[in-house]
Nanobody, 128 residues
Framework: QVQLVESGGGLVQAGGSLRLSCAAS????????MGWFRQAPGKEREFVTA????????YYADSVKGRFTISRDNAKRTVYLQMNSLKPEDTAVYYC?????????????????????WGRGTQVTVSS
């Protein structure tokens, strides 16, 4: 059974930083692409970033490019999201997601439906 558990959310002032973690279990993990999504109240879940199975390729939404960094440690079965220069509009519940068997070395998915497994999310609140 695949489990994804996010941690690291919290309350931070605008301009601050947070580092989210997502620990995976129940699958090989090193052969799976991973992504982060977020959902603000009253809005649809949106793509934030994705990383290939190897960690060599990363992809970002325009809204976070240059501020957020995704990485992974396959030995620890964990994917990270470093968020810098946070803005109030970054406030949302952040979810990690796993696309099983996908490598994302040449292309990636930003549709939530493409990801089969999801964590329960962690709240990030950025105050102005």
């Amino acid at each position: 059974q695949v489990q994804l558990v996010e941690s690291g959310g919290g309350l931070v002032q605008a301009g601050g930083s947070l580092r989210l973690s997502c620990a995976a279990s129940g699958r090989t993990f090193s052969s799976d692409a991973m992504g982060w999504f977020r959902q603000a109240p009253g809005k649809e879940r949106e793509f934030v970033t994705a990383i290939s199975w190897s960690g060599r390729r990363t992809y970002y939404a325009d809204s976070v490019k240059g501020r957020f960094t995704i990485s992974r440690d396959n030995a620890k079965r964990t994917v990270y999201l470093q968020m810098n220069s946070l803005k109030p509009e970054d406030t949302a519940v952040y979810y990690c997601a796993l696309d099983p068997g996908a490598n994302y070395e040449l292309s990636y998915e930003q549709r939530p439906l493409a990801y089969d497994y999801w964590g329960r999310g962690t709240q990030v609140t950025v105050s102005s």
